[in-house]
């Protein structure tokens, strides 16, 4: 596949690059479709997070070890696109391969609308963050990777976050330095992965804070203390995401909806946890869009 020089995406009112010259912590939240980056938008936030995870868990109903293929990652990219203007932060989880792989992810994500590329140092497959047993490959690699996908944006502003497993398998001396080498490589904001402490966050930002853009990845019952933004940003963090919260929201009312579907045969008593046929249709904006349709008419 060869770069695409054409814009073939709305491009967001401000770009992630110019938000994050700003003081205050960007917040991300995790989606993984149109509804839930829609109702995020709409919910006031800034930017938004495409989940690897998020999307093994809704669309395979599997977890997250690497399942989800770059073409999935990319459909729902691009479906996400369609619907909202935001920007969008996408898990490129390894590349999915080699530094060739890796070009190839980018040119792919960034012609679907992505404006930032999260790549981490695990081998393939790969396993969520906040999972044991996580296999890495060797610094010098991943900087050809970084390296590689560079040379492969079509736009300086799709920034490349570089992220390392390492803290969990080498320990916190090694991610650091790890780390160091990535940002030596040109990565544009910098995502040591499942630090397990407050004192290790802080550790994080006194080495890093000012050079280059912090991410931090808050995991509801992961490896890292979950923190408030707040907190954050008071650390000398720029960006927090959270990645799978919404599937998990949304799955613990999903089980309760079901089940009590099963026990009543009818909706009536979950009802004041639900919308009705024309709450949802004012959410996803029904109105607007059939107004639309009929001014092309005649």
């Known amino acids: 596949m060869s770069p695409d020089t054409t814009q073939t995406t709305p491009l967001p009112a401000l770009s992630l690059r110019d938000r994050l010259s700003r003081q205050d912590i960007l917040i991300a939240p995790g989606v993984y479709d149109g509804l839930t980056a829609a109702i995020?938008?709409?919910a006031g936030f800034e930017a938004l997070y495409l989940?690897?995870?998020?999307?093994?868990?809704?669309?395979?109903?599997?977890?997250?070890?690497?399942?989800?293929?770059v073409s999935e990652m990319a459909d729902t990219m691009a479906l996400i696109r369609d619907r909202v203007s935001l920007p969008v932060i996408i898990d490129a989880d390894t590349?999915?391969?080699?530094?060739?792989?890796?070009?190839?992810?980018?040119?792919?994500?960034?012609r679907m609308g992505a404006n930032a590329l999260q790549v981490e140092d695990q081998t393939f497959p790969k396993r969520c963050g906040h999972l044991s047993d996580k296999t890495l490959i060797s610094t010098s690699e991943m900087v050809g990777k970084i390296r590689a996908m560079?040379?492969?944006?079509?736009?300086?502003?799709?920034?490349?976050?570089?992220?390392?497993?390492?803290?969990?398998?080498?320990g916190f001396s090694s991610a650091a330095d790890r780390a160091e080498a990535y940002v030596a490589a040109g990565a544009d904001v910098l995502?040591?992965?499942?630090?397990?402490?407050?004192?290790?966050?802080?550790?994080?930002?006194e080495q890093f804070k000012g050079r280059v853009p912090l991410l931090a990845n808050m995991v509801e019952g992961g490896a890292t203390p979950v923190q408030a933004a707040g907190d954050l940003e008071a650390l000398g963090f720029d960006i927090v995401i959270f990645p799978g919260g919404i599937?998990?929201?949304?799955?613990?009312?999903?089980?309760?909806?079901?089940?009590?579907?099963?026990?009543?045969?009818?909706n009536r008593p979950f009802a004041d946890r639900m919308h009705d046929f024309d709450g949802l249709n004012r959410v996803i904006g029904t109105a607007d869009m059939l107004a639309e349709g009929k001014s092309y008419e005649g």
């Not at 995502?191 to 930002?205: D, M, T, V, Y």
């Not at 009312?253 to 009818?266: D, E, M, P, R």
């Open 40 to 42: 995020a938008e709409q």
């Open 150 to 170: 560079a040379d492969a944006r079509h736009s300086e502003e799709t920034l490349i976050i570089a992220r390392t497993d390492a803290v969990a398998s080498e």
């Open 247 to 266: 599937v998990r929201a949304l799955a613990r009312t999903a089980q309760a909806y079901y089940a009590s579907l099963q026990a009543h045969g009818s």
């Open 191 to 205: 995502f040591i992965e499942a630090p397990r402490s407050g004192a290790e966050l802080g550790r994080i930002a």
């Open 95 to 110: 590349g999915f391969g080699n530094a060739l792989n890796a070009q190839r992810t980018m040119r792919t994500y960034e």
């Open 51 to 69: 989940s690897g995870a998020a999307v093994a868990y809704t669309r395979l109903g599997r977890p997250d070890i690497g399942l989800s293929s």
